[in-house]
């Protein structure tokens, strides 16, 4: 997450220990910030006024006005009602944007998350995907369709188990 240097760092960080709480309402063991969804938290140079930036993990996600009013009541609820919120889609959001917490947590919760840089070796068709479950990588596509729009299904040949795993962009 971005934060611009003409925000006060002790503001920045209250507001960011606030975002740090609002679960993916997907998959709730891991936070909006640790997903990589918020982008930063800017100030405006003249007035002083204060965004918060954030990104869905891909245009026309079905969760991005969950995660909205999400981010919108933690702040109000913390007393930040005069920090805005501005959706943006440029750089796109991509996989590597997931924090290193964010992806041991996914990895605990069942959900095999894509290592750094992997979404370039998928597009190539070179994934090796680690098993959330036993660790193996003898595992294989199933359908590209998972239980959410980003994740797509797998199963381990090691220990037979389904899994989800984040469609690498």
């Known amino acids: 997450m971005d934060i611009a240097p003409a925000i006060d760092r ?40 204060v965004t918060v930036r954030i990104t869905p993990t891909y245009t026309g996600c079905p969760a991005t006005q969950v995660i909205e009013r999400s981010v919108r009541e933690a702040l109000d609820a913390a007393g930040f009602r005069e920090v805005a919120l501005e959706t943006v889609l440029s750089p796109p959001w991509s996989t590597d944007m997931i924090d290193e917490a964010g992806r041991e947590k996914l990895r605990a919760y069942g959900i095999a998350p894509p290592p750094k840089g992997a979404a370039a070796r998928s597009l190539r068709g070179r994934d090796v995907v680690e098993c959330p479950r036993c660790g193996s990588a003898d595992t294989v596509e199933v359908s590209r369709f998972g239980s959410t729009p980003c994740k797509a299904l797998w199963r ?14």
Do not use: M, W, Y
């Open 10 to 49: 002790q503001l920045a960080g209250r507001i960011a220990a606030v975002l740090d709480t609002v679960p993916d309402p997907e998959i709730p063991v891991v936070s909006v910030t640790e997903l990589g969804i918020v982008r930063g938290i800017v100030a405006d140079e003249g007035s002083g006024a």
């Open 156 to 169: 381990c040949r090691n220990c037979a188990e389904p899994f989800d795993r984040f469609k690498c962009h």
